[in-house]
């Protein structure tokens, strides 16, 4: 097994930290603190290829692989976890969807624009009544007499860049008797009649990436832009979901990443009873374990990159690694989050360092695309075939 990665991968690496440590460093305190959208940097992420990294250069992408995504995703997340939420959404849940399964049309009219950082997508799945019972939906799709739109009524909640998206996948019911094969997925234009954006979420952490409540109210969705098949939306939402997990994985890495860093610096120069705190062995176990699981979580993610490029040869499903890698990475970025905060004691605590950020930062990560009890339910299952 070879973990090098190759000249592309390396130089996809070297951009996304060039403009993480430039760019975005120096700016995310403030962003956290403001909760305004990075509107500059993310356009500016856009015009790197950042926005759409596995998106064929002929629809507006960077046509690289899915390990170039998982670098390029822990050094934006290393600077910022607020940018690495934006640019998972976007990449993942919903330009992955539309590649996936759009027709030709469909990836030239959404996915271009969204891939090169033109505009922003998003991914409307949960309800204010589900979460993580994510089949139980109400939003309604209705075919009309003709044929040619569905009228939706939708209310949805949690959506990441919702105030700020121009298009987004949507989750709707066509057929109630149907449960989750009763659900179809919609492509939806913002600046049409009928969409409504909602209450906007004040957030413990990633506060700069903007989430609201959505409403769609008789909205008329073309039936050229349905997504898929009648029917089909519930696996369209979960098979996206196995790859936005993968982009939460490294999301959580690259936050962890940070937090090891700035502790590993912070013990070399903090002294007490007369030594750098680093030199007791109490701090060195902190060390120990925080790279063990930082590397641990490291692993597992790129390995759940390296399935999923296998898997698109195959056809075959990579749902465990995706689960496998958000599940340990984010346990690990909380864990390894916390200890940086009690390494730097005070200033851990305190704004003028970013560790408490980190540390707000790393537990949405245990939470969203599916929470960590979620993940072991999804892992169990698949390895057992008991429910
Ligand atoms: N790929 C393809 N098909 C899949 C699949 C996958 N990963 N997972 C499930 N399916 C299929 C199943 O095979 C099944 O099909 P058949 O009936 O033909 O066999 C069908 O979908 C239903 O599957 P389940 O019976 O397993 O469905 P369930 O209702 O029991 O739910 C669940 C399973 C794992 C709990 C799922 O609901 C889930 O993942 N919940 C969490 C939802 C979630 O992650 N939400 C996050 C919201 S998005 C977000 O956070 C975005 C953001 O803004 C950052």
Not at 145 to 169: C, F, M, Q, R
Not at 201 to 223: F, M, Q
Not at 301 to 326: P, Y
């Amino acid at each position: 097994m070879d973990f090098k990665l190759t000249e592309e991968q390396q130089m996809i690496q070297d951009a996304a930290r060039d403009f993480a440590e430039n760019a975005i460093m120096p700016v995310a305190a403030e962003f956290d603190v403001s909760g305004e959208f990075p509107m500059e940097t993310i356009k500016a992420m856009g015009e790197l290829g950042l926005m759409g990294i596995e998106v064929p250069e002929e629809y507006g992408g960077a046509g690289l692989d899915a390990v170039s995504y998982v670098v390029a995703m822990i050094e934006i997340a290393r600077a910022d976890g607020a940018h690495s939420t934006i640019m998972s959404v976007n990449n993942t849940l919903y330009c992955n969807g539309i590649l996936t399964y759009g027709t030709e049309q469909q990836k030239q009219q959404f996915v271009r624009p969204v891939a090169d950082g033109s505009v922003i997508g998003a991914y409307a799945l949960t309800e204010p009544q589900s979460g993580s019972d994510a089949s139980n939906m109400r939003s309604r799709a209705i075919l009309s007499e003709d044929g040619s739109h569905y009228i939706i009524n939708a209310k949805k909640s949690w959506i990441t860049s919702g105030p700020v998206a121009k298009y987004l996948v949507l989750f709707a019911v066509t057929d109630p008797d149907a449960g989750g094969k009763g659900v179809t997925a919609f492509l939806i234009d913002a600046e049409q009649q009928g969409f409504i954006r909602g209450k906007m979420e004040p957030k413990l952490g990633i506060r700069a990436s903007a989430t609201c409540e959505i409403e769609l109210v008789d909205y008329r969705c073309p039936v050229e832009h349905r997504l898929g098949q009648e029917g089909e939306g519930f696996k369209i939402a979960m098979s996206v979901l196995d790859v936005g997990r993968i982009g939460i994985a490294s999301q959580a890495v690259g936050i962890a990443q940070a937090a090891y860093e700035a502790s590993v610096e912070y013990v070399k120069e903090r002294k007490a009873f007369g030594k750098e705190i680093g030199a007791f062995q109490m701090i060195q176990a902190k060390i120990a374990d925080m790279k063990t699981r930082l590397e641990a979580a490291r692993l597992l993610t790129f390995s759940a990159a390296c399935k999923k490029q296998e898997c698109q040869q195959t056809g075959e499903r990579f749902t465990v690694n995706g689960s496998m890698a958000k599940l340990f990475a984010s346990e690990a970025a909380m864990w390894i989050t916390h200890q940086a905060v009690q390494i730097h004691g005070g200033m851990g605590y305190s704004k003028e360092m970013p560790i408490e950020r980190y540390f707000r930062d790393a537990k949405i990560t245990e939470i969203y695309e599916g929470t960590s009890e979620i993940q072991r339910m999804v892992i169990a299952r698949m390895e057992t075939g008991l429910r």
